[in-house]
């Protein structure tokens, strides 16, 4: 059997969200890339289980950044897109940079905001302080304020590389770790059934 999830990475923008999964599925870094890829997908064994994980950016929601759907953005707003990946996912990133405080206030605003329509027993968060390779002259956020934030949340936390591929896989394969725990396969429910919004976002191959 091999499962096949949805992850949606979100934060505010330039955290650093796309270039945490270019590293995790293609492993390099590029400071300034300016090609947009049409999703990240990568086949992971994580407990003796193949798991299949899509990784949906919302970089992909921003106004005008979209090359594949350039014209349903501006046309339905970026918040809609939002809400159709929210629904689409099973895990959840939310990312703020620890160089930037801002980014940190909103994380509990896209938490509620994520888990306005998902249960959160059954679909895992885990919050992540991107850019933790900076120097502490460029920090805005300690390490212990984003472990406090999380246990508030109730999260999962890290602090992550993508520049020096540092914590990166480890974000991935604990969240998905705790989906598979919290959503065994014999609890996987077709997508076709009821009630939609709970359903478990696995398909058994
Ligand atoms: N120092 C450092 N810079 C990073 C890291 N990840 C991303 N960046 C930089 O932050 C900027 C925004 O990154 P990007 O992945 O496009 O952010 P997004 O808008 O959240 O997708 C870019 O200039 C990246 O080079 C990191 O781990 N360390
Ligand atoms: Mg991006």
Redo the contacts with the bound molecule.
Sequence with gaps: MVRCLHLLIT?D???????LARQFVLCHFI??FDEWLDGFRKQMIIDKECVFIDILDD?YCRWGQNPYIPDVAPLFGEQVLRRLYIREASCFFIVYSVASRSSFENVATIYQEVFRTKDPKLYPAIIVG??C??ADSDREVSTSEGRHLAEVLGCEFIET???EDHNVTEAFTSVVRLFMSRNPPQSVVRRSSPPRRHTARCVVI
Excluded at 13 to 19: E, F, I, L, P
């Design positions: 934060g923008r330039g955290v650093g969200k796309t270039s400071p300034d970089s991107a850019k390779d900076l590389s993508a520049k």
